[in-house]
């Protein structure tokens, strides 16, 4: 599993998909940090709502890096193909590891918040920007062209998902009592962003809660992925 997982790893750099998330996540981040002091809350759930959707694009680009000629090869002397999808989510959690680390510690690094940021603060960011990226991927992995061969058909439903984990607020109050189960199911990207942003405000179980929602619900998708994986040809 380790020398698989540094194959893709090592195959996916050089195909060089990384360039474009990687690129266009550190560019909104640094926008955001043009100025400073920043509020360590609001910056903090910011760059957080950023990184689930830079994270669901480096998390569509990991997985749709190999060729399907290439991919069965991998099957074959993986000997499963959960292995191979089990490996590719490693390479995509290291990259979105390495994007958290730069987001939360770029800040305080620089000196771009008016103040150090206090233990639960740190802990919160962490914290939350680890949880959205995850999310971020479980979300990515039924997008790629696995489940939807053509890119046209499957970016615009991936979009209105990403979109509409953000406006489960909104829609809770405009949805008709029928549907309403529909909020329910979505991500719970949002209220972790809002966790994060009234942290100050927030009681910590309810942090907690939130944080622990958005893992497992990113964990219950990457599982249903896998599982997925051994029940049928993802590349037929």
């Not at 959960?82 to 000196?111: E, H």
């Not at 990207?189 to 944080?211: D, H, N, P, Q, W």
């Amino acid at each position: 599993m380790i020398h698989l997982t540094r194959y893709l790893l090592k195959h996916y750099i050089r195909s060089q998909k990384y360039v474009a998330p990687v690129i266009f996540y550190i560019i909104a981040m640094l926008l955001i940090y043009s100025y400073k002091p920043n509020p360590v809350a609001d910056s903090n759930s910011v760059t957080a709502m950023l990184l689930f959707f830079g994270a669901a694009w480096l998390g569509l680009t990991v997985m749709n890096t190999e060729p399907a000629g290439q991919y069965q090869l991998l099957v074959l002397h993986a000997g499963s193909k959960r292995k191979v999808v089990f490996a590719q989510l490693i390479c995509a959690l290291i990259m979105q590891f390495g994007l958290t680390a730069i987001t939360v510690l770029y800040p305080v690094v620089t000196g771009m918040f008016g103040r150090l940021p206090s233990a639960g603060e740190w802990i919160m960011a962490w914290a939350g920007h680890l949880a959205l990226s995850l999310l971020g991927l479980g979300l990515s992995v039924f997008f790629q062209k696995s489940y939807i061969s053509m890119l046209s058909r499957s970016m615009p439903p991936f979009i209105v998902v990403m979109l509409l984990s953000f406006v489960q607020g909104s829609l809770s109050g405009r949805l008709p009592e029928s549907i309403q189960w529909v909020v329910k199911i979505l991500p719970p990207a949002f209220y972790l962003v809002r966790e994060m942003m009234l942290f100050e405000e927030s009681k910590l179980g309810t942090v907690v809660l939130t944080t622990v929602w958005a893992i497992l619900y990113a964990i219950v998708l990457l599982i249903i992925h896998i599982w997925l994986s051994g029940r049928r040809d993802l590349r037929s």
